[in-house]
């Protein structure tokens, strides 16, 4: 979990800590190998996260600190949800299941991104077009250079100079655009493969 440290941790001991809802950023689970049934548990798991109301606090309410994210402007954004998997099975595969477990489910409540190291990722992509789809790593280092990038850019204080870490990487590709698993459509509803 990554938290606002501002406003979370409220309470912590040596083995857990109590964190509000509002406090969270992000919720990355970590899996040895994702198969179709441990996506489909996770996305659930993250789905139930995301969906929690954070309505207790609200000190993003100046226009310069709200955050665009989902097609839409948000003075509380959206807990950001990540897979990371050393292996898996087909990314192919994945992404159909990924499209099926999530039907139904509000765009800003579904996973943000499975990476899949040495492999590739599936990606809710970006707003224009709305789009998701899966990317194949170039190289070995590539999916590790771009959750990197991906948690720096997610994960930093809002209201703060923002370190944009893309300057010091010019040209460097992440992986190549395989296919469309999805899209998004204006209601924030999944639309068609």
């Not at 309505?55 to 097609?71: D, H, I, M, T, V």
Request: glycine share 8%; with cysteine.
């Amino acid at each position: 979990m990554v938290y606002n440290r501002d406003i979370a941790p409220i309470y912590r001991s040596a083995s857990y800590s109590v964190v509000p809802i509002e406090g969270v950023l992000g919720v990355i689970e970590v899996k040895s190998k994702l198969t179709s049934n441990e996506l489909k548990q996770a996305a659930l798991k993250l789905h139930l996260i995301k969906a929690m109301p954070r309505g207790a606090l609200n000190f993003y309410q100046s226009p310069e600190c709200k955050r665009w994210k989902y097609g839409r402007w948000w003075s509380n954004p959206p807990i950001s949800t990540y897979i990371v998997a050393f292996d898996s099975i087909s990314l192919p595969v994945l992404a159909d299941r990924l499209r099926d477990a999530e039907v139904g489910w509000p765009r800003e409540e579904c996973l943000d991104v499975a990476y899949v190291l040495w492999k590739g990722c599936l990606s809710d992509a970006s707003d224009f077009p709305p789009d998701r789809t899966y990317l194949k790593a170039l190289s070995d280092r590539d999916m590790v250079l771009g959750m990197a990038v991906e948690f720096i850019t997610q994960f930093q204080r809002f209201g703060q100079p923002s370190f944009l870490p893309g300057a010091y990487l010019g040209s460097v590709g992440f992986g190549l655009s395989m296919s469309r698993f999805g899209t998004w459509n204006s209601d924030g509803s999944q639309g068609p493969p």
